[in-house]
């Protein structure tokens, strides 16, 4: 066959063709005419190193599976010499790894000093999320007054909103069926290498979104004992944001984002800006049978939340 048509079938180029021969990897037969001519067995070699070129491994560093198959092995990879090429590309990969590795902590350590320069939110230790430790509070944090800003919300029917979870899954509110559904709203949670509002500590119930989430996780399995059929956390932060939050902090629930604050627009709920953003006021619903039960506003301290509510459920039995 013309080289046109080993190319074909093998799925390479004939210039990549013409590269193996001129590496003695493929040697065809010459025509009387001088034309070469490509066999089966030209096929199969070319196969193989496309093959082993896409794991990894050098066109160059081939040769020992090439002749691996030229000895009659009915894979290219059942010698010892090929074994070895193995281990030695396997090597190669584990220092490269060990160098992108080592360059990309550099970079997150550079992300995270640029990220918060000028910031008050100061970089703690390292804690194996790039630095940032968003899980304790400041020593001293506001405390939000209660404005009765969500004093008209119990008793009212659950809105007809529908919101994706990070699990991909549309939740329709007033759907949520007769056991209890807790909702707590929050503003937006930080993470590594992604800068805080600034000032976000000196504003009253701001701060405090990701101890807030890792109380709901400490106290899951607490708060369905205590009667509460589901829990989600809610912000206007995307669901792409979400559930990089609900991997990194392992939640045992789902998220639910509302970028465009449906809920708070339909229940009136309290909000608040920053830098020209408008953001949820940290709040909490338990919505039972399409009706909101209960409301828990201001909320202080967000890391002491989900005790709060499961006290209120183990006090308040169904």
Not at 88 to 106: F, G, K, N, P, V
Not at 282 to 308: C, K, M, S, W
């Amino acid at each position: 066959m013309k080289i046109g048509e080993l190319a074909r079938q093998a799925d390479v180029t004939t210039k990549a063709v013409r590269y193996y021969e001129s590496l003695g990897l493929i040697t065809p037969e010459r025509l009387a005419n001088g034309y070469r001519d490509y066999g089966e067995d030209d096929v199969r070699l070319v196969q193989e190193i496309r093959t082993l070129h896409q794991l990894g491994i050098p066109v160059e560093r081939t040769r020992p599976f090439l002749e691996c198959l030229a000895a009659g092995s009915l894979h290219a990879d059942d010698c010892p010499a090929s074994l070895a090429s193995y281990r030695d590309s396997i090597d190669e990969l584990t220092e490269r790894i060990e160098a992108l590795t080592a360059r990309r902590a550099t970079l997150i350590s550079n992300l995270n000093a640029a990220a918060h320069r000028g910031s008050r939110v100061v970089p703690a230790a390292d804690t194996g999320n790039g630095g940032e430790d968003y899980v304790t509070l400041p020593a001293v944090l506001p405390r939000p007054a209660d404005d009765g800003a969500a004093d008209h919300l119990p008793g009212l029917k659950a809105p007809s909103v529908t919101l994706y979870n990070t699990a991909g899954k549309a939740i329709e509110l007033d759907a949520l069926g007769p056991r209890r559904t807790v909702i707590y709203i929050y503003p937006l949670t930080g993470r590594p290498g992604t800068d805080l509002p600034e000032g976000w500590n000196t504003i009253p119930g701001a701060r405090g979104c990701t101890p807030e989430s890792c109380g709901f996780r400490d106290h899951f399995q607490d708060l369905l004992e205590a009667g509460a059929g589901r829990v989600y956390g809610l912000s206007s932060q995307d669901t792409e944001y979400q559930h990089e939050v609900v991997e990194r902090l392992a939640l045992p629930f789902d998220m639910l984002s509302d970028p465009a604050l449906e809920l708070a627009d339909s229940l009136g709920l309290p909000t608040f800006e920053v830098d020209g953003t408008r953001l949820f006021k940290r709040l909490t619903l338990v919505i039972r049978d399409g009706e909101i039960e209960h409301a828990f506003y201001p909320i202080f301290p967000p890391n002491e939340h989900a005790q709060q509510v499961l006290t209120w459920l183990r006090t308040n039995p169904l």
